[in-house]
Structure formats: structure tokens, C-alpha cells
């Protein structure tokens, strides 16, 4: 392999990879910032503090991410898998401009010195022995780095490169000597150390009782504008947006498949399963007529439907079973031979390019010379470092570990699985000239060789006529005015996805197109959309309800939302008063019960680290005042999340003194606790303090 090549599959990698990691442990998900994407240029995905985040290059990195979730999961990348790619993506350069701005403002920097001995030093950094490490000793290559270094002087390709490992190394070096700053400003006292240990270990036992929230008819509570009020200003800072959302109203008009689509695809599955029986070139026929066209090849127990794996090793071959239903796709198979195979094979290869090596021909003249070598006992590591093209194995010593059917592509698991264990075989695939080496097989079950037709259960256009047609007469029908009277005049129900994101692909958990989306950012509020949308099993037909700006939101926008609450909070007053009536006078919780005409509940070993009420609810303010009462004395009406109480405490359980040893540990465990939650809050209050454009709406 070339140079350019070692470099760009090794090193490239490993600069995206760590980048993530990097990314990841930083910021995890706490970033989720956007603006409308009308307000930059043509070419920017969005800017941070007035560094432009260009189109190309991040979406270079979506593609990439893309590809990585792609060979992850294997199959297409869904829509919700791009989704999640964008966004993580956004927040990777989010967080790198952040953390750079941030470190050139402390002044922390890598001088040449320093970066000299983080790739030749005696502890390089991890990227360097990762691209450079000799395979077979694992020992830093300074050779190879020297190789490189000299090449990039002359070969433009390599430079860049070079220097874009040289960067990623000094990034990373930065990124840590930054993380070392916060880390040692984080301290945990030996009091606070002591306050955990009690607040997790000091026991209190207490008798309750409560008046529940819902004891109070909601029609018997009015609530005013000073109740609304009340409840907004104590709880401000949860009203605010931290980028702009829309409330989308919508109705949906159902183009599932009905009761009539099921019986014809029934039918046709049916027929297909004669045609099947009859076929005599099984995977022409798959190809033909099956939906996700499934290879002809030997499947084991488990890879398979629930319905069709019950069935089909016991089957005779030369048989044709089902049709089986199994969510929302009927199955047939034609069960052509069963045996018994290894479990799993433990193998290692060579793969040769054909492209490389002069065509098919020579590659696979080549596979036999080696093959001879191999079988002459020459080093299966050796000769796979020295000619495979397989990135993935070949620094292994093309060590491809143990895998089960299902895991490689058909002619070199047949040929894995087949053969015997220590047997060389020569596969020609579609990804090149293999040389394998079964080294072990293990286990034993019986396999099956099928042929599997499989048809998913889809609306017919009846169905889907008939559903458009109700869209688009309410479509046709509506204006900005009139939407919630024609959809009661058509018997239509309205919907509300009530905080809509820019970057949202659902609404109420149907998957919508992103056009919709873009729709609701450009629309004005009372806007009707400007078609009807097609969803996977829907049409969709829609209204700007409002817009929630980014920032502080007034309370007339929250008003809606914080109504059962507020609610809570009269009927607390109410409650309140009743309960201390009850306690005037009261000498003990049995008492203030009697009068209540309750009977008072006793809970026992509660701490305050986890202050639950069994059965009741999490009560924090409860739970609390107990923690700060004298034993045998009733406590003042207590206003909980689940309703009004009034506690009194039994006694209390304390722990044993912490040890000094025990101590020590403990402020350690705290600051690393600290220093885990630092970065979620240390990067919130950049994110919060930084101007953010966001105009991924424009491009996704």
C-alpha cells in the first residue's frame, strides 16, 4: 500500500474518532441552539461568535458520520439516523470553536518543543502511535515518522496530511491541557465529604398525613391572573426558550393499509408461493418478486422470524412454507437443503485487489502463490502486513477473529464454514481475491439453505386515493380563518405538536417530511400550509399556530401549559388552611389526623439522599423539613409536589462516624462527580454567553 494511502486510512480515522470522543465526552447532549436561517449567507451552515461554519466541509462530516453509523448498523441510513448525524455534528463544531475561542482567551498554547516530543518523545501521543506503531512489535516507527515528515516537503498530497495529523495532535494536546485546568480548580471539602456521607446514611423514621391535590374538584378552583402570575415568577428560568420554536396544528388524514390491502397482498404471496415450489433458478426469483430480497444461502436457528425459524429446520427439503405474518410483512420460504455446520469459525485472510494486481486472473494467480506459501508453513501475519488490502484486519495479521453465519458475505462465509479447520481456501468475492485460513470451527447445529420471498403489507390506491381525496377537500376547503371549523365540519381531528424544532422530522410521533418542517419556519403565525404533505402512512395538512422566540418567554405564551399547576398551587392555599386548623392546638400527628378524619401513615428509613414517600411520590421539600425537625413535635403545613402534609418526626438512626480513610475516598469519589458534571455546566454557560447562528433549516 502507498504512503498516501497508509496515511489517509490510518491517520484520517483516527482524527475523526478521537475528534468525536473528544466531543463526546465534553459536551455530551447538552447543545441544542438555532436562529432563523434567513439571516446569513448563502454558503453557512451557521457561525459561532462570527466564525462561519462552512456548508461543504460539514457536510464532508455528516457524510462521514453517516458512513460510520452505516457500517454500525448495517442497511440504508434512515432519515432519523441523517437527522441525529446533523445534529451531532453541529455540536462537534459547536464545541470545538467554543473550546478553541476559550483557550486562545486563558492563552494556553503548544509550543514546538512540546509537539516535537508528543510525535518523537518517549510518550507520543496516542494518535501518532496509532498511525505510526510498527504492526508486528507495536513499538513507535520514528523512521516512518521521518519518512513522512521528509516526504511532505516535496509531495503536496502529503503535506496536507501531515499537517493535518500535526494539528489534530496539537488540538488534542490543547484540549487536554484545558481539561487539566478545570479539573485541578475542582475541590471537594472534608465537610462536604461528611454532609454526603450523613445525607446517604443518617436514617429518619416519621409518621405523615397528607391532603391530596385531587381531593379538590377542579371546578371548584378559579384561578385569577394573580395565581398565573404567582406561579411564573417563582419559576422564571423554566421559561425560557433556548432557540426558537413553532406550535404546529395539524390534522391527519389515515392512508395506512386497510382490511382489503392485507387480503390482496395475502393473495399474491400466495400465488407466489406456487410460482416458488415451480421456480427452478431460486435466486432469479427472489430477486424478482421479494421486497427486501433476502441472499439464497444457509441461515442458522435465530436469524430468522419468529415464524419462519420455528419452521423451517424441521421442514423436508424441496418444501415451501407459509405464508407467515410477522409485522406487517407475509414470508415464504422455500427450504432447498438443511444440514449441520459450525457454530462459529475462528479465521484470519489475505484480500487482494484485482484492480491492483492486473484483473481477476492474476489476483487469482497471485492468491495461489501465497496459499502455496502458507501451506509450506510460511507466517499468515507476515504476508497479510505485506499484501492485504484489508485496512481492517491486516495490522492484525489478518486476524478476523470468530464470527457466526450472518456476518460476512455469502461466498466467503460458505467457504469459512464448509471447509475444515486449518484448510487454505482461494474466495473470490465482490470485494476482491481472499486468501482464507479457517484456524478454528466451534460448535455444531443444523442450518437451512433457503430461498425467502417476503411481501410488506402496503395501501393500495384505492386506499390511498380515498385518504388524499378527505386531504385535499379539507385542504381545498381552508384558509387561515377557518381551519378548526372545517376540520369539525369534515369530522377532522386537529393536532398540536405544541414546541417544534428547527431540526424536528416528527410531529407527535409521526415521522413528517423536512419540507414540512422548513414550511413552518418561513410560514407567518395563522399560515396554512401550502400543500398537502405525504407521510409514510399519512397525509398531512397543517396551521402556524404561534411562534415561541428564543429567550424569555412572556407568561401570556405559557399560560396554557402552566394551568394544571397553577391549579395545584390554589388548591394549596385551600389546603393549607385546612391543615392548620388542624394543627392549632395539635400535640402530636395523630391528633392533627383524627381531625382531618384520616389516620396518620408511618414511613420509615428514609434518607435525605433519596427523598421518596413509598407509594406516594418523590417530595423533596417533605422529605427535607423532616431532616430539620425535633422528634415528637407535629411540623407546620408543608406544601408537597402530590399535596399539603404535616409530619412528625419519630427518631433518628445515625450512621457510624466516618472513618479519615473512608473520608479521603469519599471527596475523591465527589470531585470526580464534580468534574463529570463541570463540563455540561462549563459549556452551557459559554453556549449561553455565545452568539449562535444556526441555519441547518436551510440545508437538512
Do not use: C
Not at 496515511?7 to 463526546?24: S, T, Y
Request: aromatic share 8%; charged share 20%.
Amino acid at each position: 500500500m502507498g504512503l498516501m494511502s497508509y496515511l489517509r486510512n490510518r491517520a484520517g480515522l483516527v482524527i475523526f474518532v478521537i475528534g468525536l470522543a473528544i466531543v463526546a465526552f465534553l459536551l455530551g447532549d447538552i447543545i441544542n441552539m438555532g436562529t432563523p436561517f434567513w439571516r446569513s449567507s448563502q454558503s453557512e451552515v451557521g457561525s459561532i461568535n462570527g466564525e462561519s461554519v462552512n456548508h461543504l466541509a460539514f457536510n464532508a462530516q455528516v457524510d462521514q458520520a453517516n458512513a460510520m453509523y452505516q457500517q454500525q448498523m448495517g442497511g440504508n441510513v434512515t432519515p432519523q439516523m441523517r437527522g441525529f448525524a446533523v445534529q451531532q455534528v453541529w455540536n462537534q463544531f459547536i464545541s470545538q470553536e467554543l473550546l478553541k475561542q476559550e483557550i486562545e482567551k486563558i492563552g494556553i498554547d503548544v509550543g514546538k518543543d512540546e509537539l516535537n516530543s508528543l510525535i518523537f518523545g518517549d510518550n507520543p501521543s496516542m494518535q501518532i502511535m496509532q498511525a505510526f506503531a510498527n504492526p508486528q512489535t507495536g513499538q513507535l516507527d520514528k523512521a516512518y515518522i521521518t519518512a513522512v515528515r521528509e516526504q511532505a516537503k516535496t509531495n503536496p498530497e502529503v503535506k496536507q496530511q501531515w499537517e493535518g495529523l500535526l494539528e489534530s495532535v496539537r488540538n488534542e494536546r490543547l484540549n487536554q491541557k484545558y481539561t487539566n485546568l478545570i479539573n485541578n480548580s475542582i475541590y471537594t471539602t472534608s465537610l462536604e465529604a461528611e454532609y454526603d456521607y450523613n445525607s446517604r446514611n443518617k436514617l429518619a423514621n416519621f409518621k405523615y398525613v397528607m391532603l391530596d391535590y385531587a381531593s379538590v374538584n377542579d371546578a371548584e378552583v378559579k384561578l385569577t391572573d394573580a395565581d398565573y402570575n404567582e406561579y411564573y415568577e417563582k419559576n422564571k428560568k423554566a421559561f425560557r426558550n433556548e432557540e426558537e420554536t413553532r406550535n404546529v396544528e395539524y390534522v391527519l388524514f389515515n392512508a395506512s393499509p386497510n382490511a382489503a390491502d392485507t387480503a390482496t397482498i395475502l393473495g399474491n404471496i400466495q400465488k407466489l408461493k406456487t410460482d416458488l415450489q415451480a421456480a427452478t433458478n431460486d435466486s432469479s426469483f427472489v430477486s424478482i418478486n421479494s421486497d427486501n430480497k433476502y441472499p439464497v444461502k444457509y441461515y442458522s436457528k435465530g436469524q430468522l422470524s419468529p415464524a419462519l425459524d420455528s419452521v423451517v429446520f424441521n421442514a423436508a427439503s424441496g418444501t415451501t412454507v407459509g405464508p407467515y405474518l410477522t409485522q406487517g410483512v407475509y414470508e415464504i420460504a422455500k427450504v432447498i437443503e438443511t444440514k449441520f455446520s459450525p457454530d462459529s469459525v475462528k479465521a484470519s485472510h489475505i484480500l487482494l485487489n484485482p484492480a491492483t494486481e492486473g484483473g481477476v486472473d492474476k489476483a487469482l494467480k497471485k492468491a495461489d502463490s501465497i496459499k502455496t506459501l502458507l501451506a509450506n508453513g510460511a507466517s499468515m501475519a507476515a504476508l497479510a502486513v505485506e499484501f492485504s488490502e484489508d485496512t481492517g484486519s491486516k495490522n492484525n495479521g489478518g486476524d478476523l477473529g470468530t464470527f457466526t453465519r450472518g456476518r460476512m458475505i455469502p461466498e466467503f462465509e460458505e467457504a469459512a464454514f464448509s471447509g475444515a479447520p486449518g484448510e487454505i481456501k482461494v474466495v473470490n468475492s465482490n470485494y476482491g481475491v481472499h486468501i482464507l485460513k479457517i484456524e478454528k470451527q466451534i460448535g455444531n447445529s443444523k442450518i437451512a439453505k433457503l430461498a425467502i420471498v417476503d411481501k410488506t403489507i402496503i395501501a393500495g390506491k384505492e386506499t390511498t386515493d380515498a385518504a388524499y381525496a378527505k386531504a385535499n377537500s379539507f385542504f381545498s376547503a381552508i384558509n387561515k380563518d377557518n381551519f378548526e371549523d372545517i376540520a369539525k365540519q369534515q369530522n377532522a381531528s386537529i393536532q398540536q405538536n405544541e414546541r417544534t424544532l428547527a431540526m424536528d422530522n416528527m410531529l407527535g410521533g409521526v415521522e413528517v417530511p423536512r419540507e414540512l418542517v422548513r414550511w413552518a419556519y418561513e410560514a407567518k403565525v395563522g399560515d396554512v400550509s401550502d400543500k398537502v404533505y405525504e407521510t409514510e402512512d399519512n397525509f398531512i395538512v397543517a396551521r402556524l399556530k404561534a411562534v415561541q422566540p428564543k429567550g424569555q418567554q412572556p407568561m401570556a405564551a405559557v399560560k396554557s401549559l402552566i394551568e394544571p399547576v397553577v391549579k395545584n398551587l390554589v388548591k394549596a392555599r385551600m389546603l393549607k388552611e385546612k391543615m392548620n386548623n388542624a394543627l392549632n392546638g395539635a400535640n402530636s400527628i395523630d391528633q392533627v389526623a383524627q381531625k382531618l378524619g384520616k389516620n396518620a401513615l408511618t414511613v420509615e428509613n428514609i434518607v435525605l439522599a433519596n427523598p421518596v414517600i413509598p407509594g406516594v411520590a418523590v417530595e423533596n421539600a417533605v422529605v427535607g423539613t423532616v431532616f430539620g425537625l425535633q422528634p415528637n413535635k407535629p411540623s407546620k403545613a408543608i406544601e408537597g409536589k402530590q399535596g399539603v402534609y404535616a409530619v412528625q418526626v419519630s427518631g433518628f438512626v445515625n450512621p457510624k462516624a466516618i472513618a479519615a480513610e473512608e473520608l479521603a475516598t469519599q471527596q475523591k469519589q465527589i470531585t470526580s462527580a464534580k468534574a463529570q458534571r463541570s463540563w455540561g455546566v462549563i459549556f452551557k454557560a459559554l453556549q449561553d454567553n455565545a452568539k449562535i447562528v444556526d441555519n441547518r433549516i436551510k440545508f437538512y
